[in-house]
């Protein structure tokens, strides 16, 4: 079971890693100085809102694998 949590846990990080890099596509260092700021507030459409999701759902996914393995494995 311990071999089953780290290679879960690992997998999951590099695909949330992997969404959130694939996320802020749009939302470069200019928008810390001022540049193009309304850009977040815009709907997401399409692949944009599933990537969104998929994005949440391995957050909360890789918490649970995380309590998992500390509840287990102590």
């Excluded at 071999?3 to 997998?11: G, N, S, T």
Aim: cysteine-free; charged content about 10%; glycine content about 12%.
């Amino acid at each position: 079971m311990e071999i089953f949590l780290y290679v879960a846990l690992i997998i999951t990080s590099i695909a949330l890693i992997a969404s959130v890099v694939l996320q802020s596509k749009g939302a470069g260092l200019g928008v810390l100085s001022g540049g193009d700021a309304g850009a977040f507030f815009t709907a997401r459409r399409g692949i944009e809102k599933v990537l969104f999701r998929l994005t949440i759902g391995l957050s909360v996914l890789f918490f649970l694998l995380i309590l998992a393995s500390i509840i287990f494995l102590g």
